[in-house]
């Protein structure tokens, strides 16, 4: 039997956990990676997002460079940015913010860009950026206070989560639905398949 493959996911987000479980893929390790996610002046949401994912990806790959037992493990990080055209919107924490960025959002369409960046068992890096585009319905009053009362802003790029009560503000998307959610299965896979993963062994019955 190959060798399972061990992924070091340089996340905490449970979401990108869900989307690799739902495509057979455990990850042997969760790496929360701590890092400054400030724009810098007029960066671009695309190169933000890319730049985000690698610096994720390369503290993770620092941390366990050393330690013998994640020697051969892939590393996986991402990083998902939420723009209205250049202007990015911020990871909310706080209602007010949640607030500007729903109105912002209602009624017109947006870009989300997610970044992966993968680190190899030979320390190659691996980068993509992925773009779905979003469209909300035109958002009353009420739909914004009682998504604001929700909490289901909190933390999430662009204050809302598709896959939660926010899914039913979408009119349209085009492009990749798990890229907005936090990571795009399809090209992750791709990815990791490219490099040599066995991303089918988990795909046997029983
Ligand atoms: C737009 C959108 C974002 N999000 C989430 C995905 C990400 O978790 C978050 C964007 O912030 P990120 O900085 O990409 O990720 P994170 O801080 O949650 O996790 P980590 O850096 O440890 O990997 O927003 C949704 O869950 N649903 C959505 O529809």
Redesign the pocket.
Known sequence: MALKHKLIL????P??VDILHQAGIEPARLM??DID?DPKKSEHPRSLARR?SAE?GEAAFAAVKGDVAWQGSYIL????V?AVGRRILP?AEFVDEASSALHLLSGRSHV?YTGICLITPDRKLRQKVVETKVRFKRLSGKDIDMYLASGQWR????A????GL?GSFVQKLIGSYTN???LPLYETMLLLAGEGFDVYAEWQEG
């Open positions: 340089a996340s905490g987000s979401r990108r929360p990676m996610e985000l994720k990080a991402a990083d998902t939420v990871k989300v933390g999430k790029a662009g809302y989560g598709i896959q926010a907005v959610v936090g």
